[in-house]
């Protein structure tokens, strides 16, 4: 029984050492502790590019064309907006079709340039990307007025079809 009595002892003994050494450490290290601390912090602020476009009902641009000239028309009610935190003159807006265009048919597409912008004016689209906007500024614009124009000479085929336009607001 001695023996035993021995182990429980020396359990206890160590149990207490170690939570006295542990009381210790916790009332010794506040005077010990810095009063301020540092760290590094790495930061990345990406650039922003975002673009809309808003229409109050999807265009449909018909027109007739008569012997000797083409025949036009013109969207109406379509505006774009932009905001971007590239810096100044850093961004430009380009535009292409979703496919080419038959044969004596045009669209083209004219945006108003934002403050501090160079708009491109009337361009005629196709289906590589143009530049019809640039030198624009970081900032946001809504509500930037775009017209879009169809265009059919008198020896353009009958037809009706679709295009898809992508505006990119993309790096100058």
């Keep these: 029984m001695g023996v035993r009595h021995k182990k429980i002892i020396t359990k206890k003994a160590v149990f207490l050492f170690a939570l006295i050494a542990l009381f210790a450490g916790v009332a010794i ?8 601390a540092t760290t590094e912090v790495f930061y990345k602020n990406d650039a922003v590019d975002i673009i809309t476009i808003s229409v109050a009902f999807i265009p449909t641009l018909e027109v007739t064309s008569y012997p000797g ?12 907006g932009i905001s971007t ?3 100044a003159n850093a961004r430009k807006i380009m ?6 265009m038959e ?4 669209l083209s597409a004219n945006l ?4 501090g912008g160079s708009s491109a004016g009337e361009v005629v689209l196709t289906d590589a990307d143009q530049a019809l906007v ?5 900032g946001t614009v809504a509500s930037t007025a775009m017209v879009i124009k169809f265009t059919a000479l008198t020896t353009a ?4 079809s679709s295009k898809i336009l992508t505006l990119t607001l993309t790096a100058s």
Aim: aromatic residues 4%.
């Design 157 to 160: 085929a009958v037809t009706a």
């Design 134 to 138: 640039t030198l624009i500024d970081s």
């Design 85 to 87: 935190n590239a810096g």
């Design 112 to 115: 108003t340039a934002p403050a």
């Design 29 to 36: 290290m506040p005077a010990f502790a810095d009063a301020s």
């Design 95 to 100: 535009g292409k079709l979703s496919s080419a």
């Design 103 to 106: 044969t004596d048919l045009t």
């Design 69 to 80: 000239g083409s025949g036009n028309a013109s969207s109406v009610g379509i505006t774009y």
